[in-house]
């Protein structure tokens, strides 16, 4: 067994280890039962330290990968219960009005509970903080700036940060104009004066299914119809259900995620995103693409954002940094292409600016390389934490439990066995102080009420190990 890591690279040589491991398995180079290398012998194969190769050995371990024998060894294992993914949803006939608001909000109070072991919110950076690098620029900041680092900020937003964010839109292949870009309140805003730009009370918005429930929520109280477009569990929106909606229906705007989507962590393929826009703008239908989730990929590229593909101007760009850097500072963006001037006349009367402090932390963050940097560790975390939760799983659910397997993100989806109530287990976690999401609030047509929603973007530690035991158990007595 011999590889060479990459003492270069920016990913832990653990991690590298790991890797090459798993990547012997799937290549049929090692088998189920093979004995793995002693610590000793592989550090010295690789050229890495013996504490390096005992760190990634229990990682495999944890994970179900691999078995530590007495007086043997390490062996590698058979996963005994592989785990089905979810079947594709059938195309919904009409659209329908939301109403999705109240138990929307029963969900929230649950999931705000610090009682709770909180496998219900999608936070991805509760798994791996920058909290202390951000609390260091923005003191920074402050001593620099003083009293103006607390003024307005003008109104679409501080323009050294949308430099910066013009910048890596550059990296992309993309050329935008920094003026082009409207720093917003967090992504909802964004999809909000997009959803305003675009549409009115009473018209259809064509939406991911299943959807994450915040949209939902918007198209709600913006008094709009919802018409359900099938997801698939690997590359996103099914095509041909997309084509066959737009003939049927008089779509005014689509509201999709282009590259990793909530709740099922699929990855739109790039030739699938430029064909999906070109169906759109030929139909003169604008698509507000959700980006939230577009730096959280396990892939090997990023996919890129679907404005790459526009000819017309049609596709209106939505991101933030609530997912991958601060939560609470809620800064997002909106690029909203030929709608520029009608989205800033919106977020005005909406909001007038946002935090002035925020976004110059940020955009400092981003200037001193350390948001790249700090990416890089958050996904390996995420990642890590995703193959520890499908082993738990895999290990201890009913073997006929569906689990996605999401290329980035933080959240898992997965269909209870038996068609069993979701709404009930729900209820059943919150006595034992778990917080899920069940599926149905993921679709408005009361779709997927055998399904939930759990994170894996938190810290992992025996609570969550217990937690799934739990769940498990509750399904089987449902």
Same mark, same amino acid.
């Given at each position: 067994?011999?590889?060479?890591?990459?003492?270069?690279?920016?990913?832990?040589?653990?991690?590298?280890?790991?890797?090459?491991?798993?990547?012997?398995?799937?290549?049929?180079?090692?088998?189920?039962?093979?004995?793995?290398?002693?610590?000793?012998?592989?550090?010295?194969?690789?050229?890495?330290?013996?504490?390096?190769?005992?760190?990634?050995?229990?990682?495999?371990?944890?994970?179900?990968?691999?078995?530590?024998?007495?007086?043997?060894?390490?062996?590698?294992?058979?996963?005994?219960?592989?785990?089905?993914?979810?079947?594709?949803?059938?195309?919904?006939?009409?659209?329908?009005?939301?109403?999705?608001?109240?138990?929307?909000?029963?969900?929230?109070?649950?999931?705000?509970?610090?009682?709770?072991?909180?496998?219900?919110?999608?936070?991805?950076?509760?798994?791996?903080?920058?909290?202390?690098?951000?609390?260091?620029?923005?003191?920074?900041?402050?001593?620099?700036?003083?009293?103006?680092?607390?003024?307005?900020?003008?109104?679409?937003?501080?323009?050294?940060?949308?430099?910066?964010? =013009?910048?890596?839109?550059?990296?992309?292949?993309?050329?935008?104009?920094?003026?082009?870009?409207?720093?917003?309140?967090?992504?909802?805003?964004?999809?909000?004066?997009?959803?305003?730009?675009?549409?009115?009370?009473?018209?259809?918005?064509?939406?991911?299914?299943?959807?994450?429930?915040?949209?939902?929520e918007l198209i709600e109280s913006l008094g709009m119809l919802a018409l359900e477009i099938p997801l698939c569990p690997v590359d996103g929106i099914w095509y041909q259900d997309l084509e066959k909606s737009i003939k049927q229906h008089n779509v005014k705007a689509c509201v999709f995620s282009t590259s990793i989507s909530n709740p099922l962590g699929s990855f739109m393929t790039e030739s699938k995103k430029k064909q999906v826009v070109e169906l759109l703008e030929s139909h003169d239908i604008p698509m507000i693409e959700d980006d939230v989730y577009g730096d959280l990929y396990f892939t090997e590229k990023r996919g890129m954002p679907a404005q790459k593909y526009a000819k017309k101007g049609l596709v209106l760009s939505c991101s933030s940094f609530s997912?991958?850097?601060?939560?609470?500072?809620?800064?997002?963006?909106?690029?909203?292409?030929?709608?520029?001037?009608? =989205?800033?006349?919106?977020?005005?009367?909406?909001?007038?600016?946002?935090?002035?402090?925020?976004?110059?932390?940020?955009?400092?963050?981003?200037?001193?390389?350390?948001?790249?940097?700090y990416l890089i560790r958050l996904r390996e975390i995420l990642k890590c934490n995703k193959d520890r939760m499908l082993a738990k799983i895999q290990a201890v659910f009913p073997k006929d439990t569906q689990v996605t397997n999401p290329q980035g993100g933080s959240v898992l989806w997965l269909k209870l066995p038996n068609n069993k109530d979701a709404k009930e287990l729900f209820y059943q976690a919150i006595e034992e102080n778990i917080s899920i999401i069940p599926g149905d609030v993921f679709s408005p047509s009361n779709r997927y009420k055998s399904f939930i929603r759990i994170s894996y973007g938190i810290p992992w530690n025996k609570n969550i190990e217990t937690a799934l035991e739990k769940l498990s158990s509750m399904c089987k007595i449902l």
């Open positions: 067994m011999s590889q060479v890591l990459n003492k270069e690279s920016e990913k832990y040589l653990y991690q590298q280890v790991i890797d090459m491991i798993k990547k012997m398995q799937k290549s049929d180079v090692l088998r189920v039962g093979d004995k793995l290398p002693s610590l000793r012998k592989l550090s010295q194969q690789l050229n890495v330290s013996i504490p390096t190769v005992k760190l990634a050995y229990l990682e495999l371990e944890r994970q179900d990968l691999i078995e530590a024998r007495p007086k043997s060894g390490y062996f590698l294992k058979g996963q005994a219960n592989i785990l089905a993914v979810p079947k594709r949803c059938r195309l919904t006939k009409d659209p329908i009005m939301v109403d999705r608001q109240h138990f929307i909000e029963h969900i929230f109070n649950a999931i705000n509970n610090p009682k709770m072991v909180p496998l219900g919110i999608s936070a991805p950076t509760a798994a791996y903080s920058a909290e202390k690098a951000l609390a260091r620029i923005m003191r920074q900041v402050l001593t620099k700036a003083g009293e103006k680092a607390v003024s307005y900020a003008p109104m679409d937003g501080y323009p050294p940060l949308k430099r910066q964010l =013009a910048l890596r839109y550059f990296d992309y292949g993309l050329q935008v104009d920094q003026s082009e870009i409207i720093v917003t309140n967090g992504a909802q805003e964004a999809i909000a004066i997009a959803l305003k730009c675009v549409a009115k009370p009473g018209d259809v918005i064509a939406i991911e299914s299943p959807c994450y429930f915040g949209i939902i997912k991958t850097a601060a939560p609470g500072y809620r800064i997002g963006w909106l690029l909203a292409g030929k709608f520029s001037d009608k =989205a800033r006349i919106i977020k005005r009367a909406l909001s007038c600016s946002s935090s002035l402090i925020n976004q110059w932390t940020l955009a400092e963050f981003i200037m001193g390389h350390q948001y790249d940097r």
